[in-house]
């Protein structure tokens, strides 16, 4: 957990495009001490980074490591939690993306990033073996 006071008010990045999932914690997501469990927010991060992989593979990928995690921020029972997600590397056969969450308070405008982390995926083939990531698609 950081120190930073804060903000009063905060808004969420216009710059990492689309949210690639939004949910609500709920009360079956908390540790023993009443927060949301970062087990959960970790499972969240996969399957956003995930839908990112799989998207830029044009077909099944597998998580090889989720690193750099850091949790700025406790995350609550109701607050609305969006995940954003991007490509920031791809190799031959992986690639890394890097995933931010951003809450909301229940009841109000105010957000904050609460967790980020960076994972690295690999393409699999129907052998379930790696297979070279396509060529981007323009357009």
């Known amino acids: 957990m950081t ?14 495009g689309p949210p690639v999932i ?3 914690a709920m009360p079956t997501d908390t540790n023993p001490a009443g927060d949301i469990f970062g087990g959960w927010l970790m499972a969240q991060m996969d399957m ?4 990112v992989a799989a998207r830029r593979a044009r077909g099944r990928c597998a998580t090889i490591s989720a690193e750099a995690m850091t949790f700025h921020r406790p995350v609550i029972v ?42 690295t995926f690999v393409a699999i083939g129907p052998d379930r073996r790696p297979r070279p990531i396509p060529e981007a698609v323009e357009g």
């Not at 956003?48 to 839908?51: I, Q, S």
């Not at 969450?101 to 957000?111: A, D, G, I, K």
């Open 22 to 24: 939004r949910t609500v």
């Open 3 to 16: 120190s930073e006071p804060i903000p009063a008010k905060a808004t969420q990045p216009t710059d990492r």
């Open 78 to 119: 109701g607050d609305e939690v969006t995940f954003y997600a991007w490509i920031v590397k791809i190799g031959h056969t992986s690639m890394r993306i890097q995933v931010e969450v951003w809450r909301r308070e229940r009841e109000s405008e105010v957000t904050m990033k609460v967790t980020e982390g960076l994972f």
């Open 48 to 51: 956003a980074a995930g839908n």
